[in-house]
């Protein structure tokens, strides 16, 4: 399929072929009919990524703020690293369409293979032909409401939660500023209201059209008084309230709105523009500011957009989904007009003219609102493959000496970190990317090799060059696919953690057994080359190891996919795997006993991220692992303390490494953090190439993962600071008496 996409360093455009995406299993798979370029928000974007490195740092100073406190704490090079592949990431565009059903994902009812819907939300609903959409970013089509009508559904959604915000009653005086494509929209929904609306722009042919759409007064700022405007169309009272919908780079537009406010109206902030508030004229009046956040409540709520979560509409009458579908319904009643909107047309495969009109360039310049890109109906494709199935039977056919690879999962850890490692290997050739979202792994192919871009991984194991899978998707689906990829003979490389539950790890543990075939756990830090120097520092003892780890791993917001226990599997499971496996490759042995303490008092967000796990391993050493997010970001991430028999290895975030014994320190730097990553993929593919056998044994995956599992288990008991929590081999206790089975 097609697909609109910008290159973020060089801000290019294109229309480039991609594999299809594939619906989610709470979502729907749409083809699209219509869809609306949002002149405002998407110039913006496009204006941005083609400016200068300097101007994007200019307009962007937050994200300059992180990249120069990672520089400080992971190093320059490795942080060059990372911007570089960010800026190189392909940006889909788009976010309003109109289309029909074409897939329906197994957890999804109330959506039927052949509706039509109107679709919102950036990365969702692009400027493609095919997308997949979560189930609560998808409404249905009223019958007497046409394609290009219901692409105006985002922005329309947009317009009426900044309305909901400043609560119009019948009668209210309520001033737009800002008469573009959502301005227009507003005076509607507002009029709908009955409202008498005063419409102000720069722009006179702006203003003239909001007075044939509702608006009874209007104003050209910078030639006209607003504020004599207002009081005519108020009485001399001013207005009961203001929608500001325009962008700005300064707050002349909250200047604007504080005069002509009447005492304690209310202001909401749909448009972007700075918000410096005068201080004197919203303290005088009292007035109340509120910044609409996009559609309405359930945006930017994971639980919300991605996992189809709703909110009872007992407590929030108006979500994003409530939002689209009465925007649809006022299109369908005739109170909001949108066709009127519509000033030019383009075939999708004429994207990129559309894109010059919005953005001035060459010949195109010419006023617009209004810009719909139409599709052709494609004939009916067969349907992809969402779940299930059976295992692909093509077994592999390995070249002699060299390693056919199936990047699965294209997402930013993949594109930034594996594949530039792998890329360095003269024994491995790429023969398939797969990606949930084609963009990605067209992306990926296009810069790390050379293969085909497919739907999914079981396309990918019908290549016979296929001889291993590289598998980096979401932590839920690990297993699933590991297990597929074994059962096809394949082997597997897996990014931790190696399942999220006994039961998956059972299962992968019997297809490892069965395929007789590598499957590796991405436990890359035991390949750091400061961590091979200290096993190698250790080696010979006669006692155990007394190691300490402290990891600041900062906060991540709530709602984060990794956080939740299906999907992510929390960040003990999904992370603290990392540092019992570097602990256990020190110790050379396995844990045998665990205990957890959870910080306290606090808030469940501050016990679930705060936690110190004390670890006992088989051998006789002992090991302390300290997690928290509660930390300074600028302070390094990682830091280890090894003791045994007069000598100390002190290990910090990969960069530095101090090693003291008889009174003599040795101190070694880094110039670039190395966390091991090149050298666990060469391993695997050595492994795999020479049938050597795991490059980490197979039964210290289990142990480990066990290990967190258990760690986890233990710390969602320990729900009072008193409670903490401890387990042996044959069982795990916590304080308050209760047993989990080890």
């Known amino acids: 399929m097609r697909q609109v996409s910008q290159s973020y360093r060089t801000g290019k455009l294109a229309l480039v072929e991609v594999a299809s995406p594939r619906a989610p299993s709470n979502g729907i798979m749409v083809e699209t009919r219509a869809s609306l370029i949002s002149a405002g928000t998407e110039r913006m974007i496009v204006d941005l990524a083609k400016k200068s490195l300097l101007a994007k740092a200019k307009e962007r100073p937050d994200l300059v703020k992180k990249v120069l406190d990672k520089g400080k704490r992971e190093g320059w090079l490795t942080t060059f690293d990372a911007v570089r592949t960010k800026l190189d990431s392909p940006i889909p565009l788009g976010y309003s369409l109109a289309g029909r059903v074409e897939e329906v994902g197994r957890s999804v009812t109330g959506f039927s293979v052949g509706d039509r819907v109107a679709c919102a939300g950036a990365g969702y609903a692009n400027h493609a032909e095919l997308n997949a959409v979560p189930k609560n970013l998808a409404v249905h089509v009223p019958d007497n409401v046409t394609d290009e009508e219901a692409s105006f559904v985002t922005v329309g959604a947009i317009g009426l939660q900044g309305v909901r915000l400043v609560k119009p009653e019948l009668g209210d005086v309520v001033v737009v500023i800002g008469l573009g494509l959502i301005g227009q929209m507003v005076v509607s929904l507002l009029a709908a209201h009955g409202c008498k609306v005063v419409g102000v722009d720069i722009d006179p042919e702006k203003v003239k059209l909001a007075l044939t759409r509702g608006a009874t007064h209007g104003g050209v700022s910078g030639t006209d008084d607003i504020v004599e405007v207002v009081r005519a169309a108020s009485k001399g009272y001013g207005a009961d309230s203001v929608v500001i919908t325009a962008s700005s780079k300064d707050n002349g537009p909250l200047a604007l709105a504080g005069d002509i406010a009447r005492d304690r109206a209310r202001i909401s902030v749909v448009g972007l523009l700075p918000l410096e508030i005068p201080r004197k004229a919203y303290y005088e009046k009292e007035l109340s500011v509120v910044v609409s956040r996009s559609y309405g409540p359930g945006r930017y709520d994971s639980d919300y957009e991605e996992r189809g979560i709703d909110y009872p509409i007992g407590y929030v009458r108006w979500t994003e989904r409530r939002n689209l579908e009465a925007v649809l319904y006022a299109i369908g009643s005739g109170r909001l007009d949108v066709k009127s909107l519509i000033t030019h047309r383009f075939r999708f495969e004429d994207a990129l003219d559309a894109y010059a009109l919005i953005t001035g360039e060459g010949d195109k310049r010419e006023p617009h609102l209004g810009v719909v890109l139409t599709y052709p109906e494609h004939e009916k494709r067969a349907a992809l493959e969402v779940t299930g199935g059976t295992t692909p039977t093509v077994t592999a056919d390995p070249i002699r000496d060299s390693l056919g690879l199936a990047i699965i999962g294209t997402g930013s850890f993949a594109t930034g970190t594996l594949l530039p490692e792998i890329s360095k290997l003269k024994n491995v050739h790429v023969e398939a990317f797969a990606s949930g979202r084609g963009l990605s792994a067209k992306h990926a192919r296009d810069r790390y090799g050379k293969g085909t871009v497919v739907p999914s991984m079981r396309d990918a194991l019908t290549n016979p060059k296929v001889g291993a899978v590289v598998i980096a998707t979401r932590h839920d689906s690990h297993a699933e696919l590991a297990i597929t990829a ?168 990969f960069r530095t490494l101090a090693i003291t014994q008889q009174g003599k320190t040795k101190t070694t730097r880094a110039l670039r953090q190395d966390k091991g990553h090149g050298k666990e993929l060469e391993a695997f593919v050595d492994a795999c190439i020479k049938n050597t056998g795991n490059p980490i044994a197979w039964e210290s995956i289990v142990a480990t993962t066990n290990a967190t599992f258990l760690a986890e288990e233990l710390r969602a008991r320990s729900t009072s600071p008193s409670e903490d929590a401890s387990s042996s081999d044959d069982g795990a206790h916590a304080s308050d008496g209760s047993v989990a089975e080890a």
């Open 486 to 653: 074994l059962k096809a003979g394949r082997h597997v490389f897996l990014e931790k953690p190696a399942a999220l539950n006994r039961e998956e790890l059972a299962r992968v543990d019997a297809a490892v057994n069965e395929s007789k075939k590598i499957c590796f756990v991405g436990f890359n830090r035991r390949f750091s080359p400061f961590a091979e120097e200290i096993a190698r520092t250790f080696h010979g003892r006669t006692s155990g190891l007394v190691m300490n780890a402290r990891i600041n791993a900062g906060r991540i917001p709530r709602g984060t996919w990794v956080l939740d226990p299906k999907e992510g599997g929390g960040r003990i499971i999904g992370e603290g795997c990392h540092f019992i496996d570097l602990m256990s490759y020190w110790a050379g042995a396995s844990p045998s006993e665990i205990s957890v303490h959870v910080i306290g008092p606090g808030s469940g967000y501050e016990r679930e991220d705060n936690v110190v796990i004390g670890l006992s391993f088989e051998d006789g050493s002992v090991g302390t692992l300290t997690y928290t997010a509660m930390g300074d970001p600028t302070v390094s991430k990682e830091r280890y303390e090894i003791f045994s028999e007069g000598r100390v290895a002190v290990l910090d975030n």
